[in-house]
């Protein structure tokens, strides 16, 4: 049973898309332990009480410096006793030590095609902003693997979603959040969950029996 944490800062969509997929089946062998939020007034918080989970916030303001902050992240993952950690929406670049502890171990949803509209500074509505600005005709989301960059990581599952005329960012980030993240968000969960997915020596993600 793969035992996993959910970090977030926000919403919870993905959360609830997680939680959902658990209860009707569509991820097996896996668990969700622990929901940590970097933000006190997240309501991800309160879609995991609702579901029974475990939740503890651990958040910046609480501690003197980074390193602090940094520690106590890393020890609230710690103590889950995580075998993956999801970031779902979790707003917080994550420390060196941690990335390398957990490297393979750390999963993350962005909302773009990676490597269209990601990195340092896209985030949120940010990324369909950047889009909508390019005039691309197709945007969609990316699950990957998480490494010592922003966004760098090997890539697990993509899906596209289709840019309509007269989008604003908000009607796109509902569209690719519905139509995409949370499809291939438990998606890939239920695939590592169930041993169908590996990184090679080359850092590229096979599928096994798909
Ligand atoms: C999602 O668009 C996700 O791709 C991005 O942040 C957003 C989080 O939304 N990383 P929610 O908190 O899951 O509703």
């Not at 996993?4 to 658990?22: E, F, K, M, P, R």
């Not at 089946?25 to 929901?35: C, D, L, Y």
């Not at 995991?48 to 916030?57: F, H, N, R, Y």
């Not at 998480?146 to 960012?169: F, H």
Request: some cysteine.
């Amino acid at each position: 049973m793969l035992k996993i944490a959910v970090l977030v800062s926000g919403g919870g969509t993905n959360l609830q898309a997680i939680i959902d997929a658990l209860a009707e089946g569509r991820i097996t062998n896996a668990k969700i332990v622990r929901v940590i939020s970097n933000k006190k007034d997240a309501y991800a918080l309160e879609r995991a009480q609702k579901a029974g989970i475990p939740a503890q916030t651990v958040c910046r303001s609480d501690h003197p410096d980074k390193e602090s902050f940094d520690g106590a992240l890393i020890k609230a993952i710690d103590d889950a006793g995580a075998d993956l950690v999801v970031l779902a929406g979790f707003l917080v670049v994550l420390p060196g030590e941690l990335t390398e502890k957990y490297a393979g171990r750390i999963i993350n949803i962005h909302p773009s095609l990676i490597p269209s509209f990601c990195g340092k500074g896209y985030y949120g509505l940010k990324v369909h902003e950047e889009a909508l600005k390019r005039g691309v005709k197709v945007t969609g989301a990316t699950v990957h693997f998480v490494d010592a960059g922003c966004d760098t990581g090997p890539i697990i599952m993509q899906k596209a979603v289709c840019i309509e005329d007269n989008d604003t960012p908000e009607v796109l980030q509902k569209r690719v959040m519905e139509q995409a993240e949370w499809v291939i968000l438990p998606e890939a969960i239920d695939d590592i969950a169930n041993g169908r997915i590996a990184v090679d020596s080359s850092g590229r993600v096979v599928r096994k029996g798909k």
